[in-house]
């Protein structure tokens, strides 16, 4: 097996923040979630390294919710690959794909 031009390691939880609304009216029968997503890449191209972090936040300033959460995963990536258009998009799709899968 041919061994990935784009690897990472170590993926590691940064944050983890969950609150309990406890005035929350558990008797709604449809709760509306509301996610989102943020990518931060601090990439060094000489080093052919960079660490991305994924943040997700879910339910964030909606007051009538059963729960608030915030969290952040990142890892140190690298490559051998010379394209840099084809790494940023790599480090911009699959580096989030492949962290959300750890979260």
Do not use: G
């Not at 923040?17 to 890449?41: G, L, P, Q, Y």
């Not at 997700?56 to 915030?70: G, H, R, S």
């Not at 890892?75 to 911009?92: A, T, Y």
Request: proline fraction near 3%; hydrophobic fraction near 40%; glycine fraction near 0%.
């Amino acid at each position: 097996m041919k061994q990935s031009d784009f690897q990472f390691q170590y993926p590691c939880l940064d944050k983890m923040n969950f609150t309990v609304n406890h005035e929350f009216n558990s008797d709604k029968t449809e709760i509306e979630m509301a996610n989102s997503f943020n990518i931060e890449v601090k990439k060094d191209a000489s080093a052919k390294t960079a660490n991305v972090a994924l943040i997700l936040k879910v339910n964030e300033n909606k007051v009538d919710t059963p729960f608030q959460m915030e969290a952040v995963i990142s890892s140190d990536f690298r490559w051998s690959i010379e394209d840099e258009k084809k790494i940023d998009r790599m480090l911009e799709t699959n580096a989030p794909a492949l962290l959300l899968s750890y979260l």
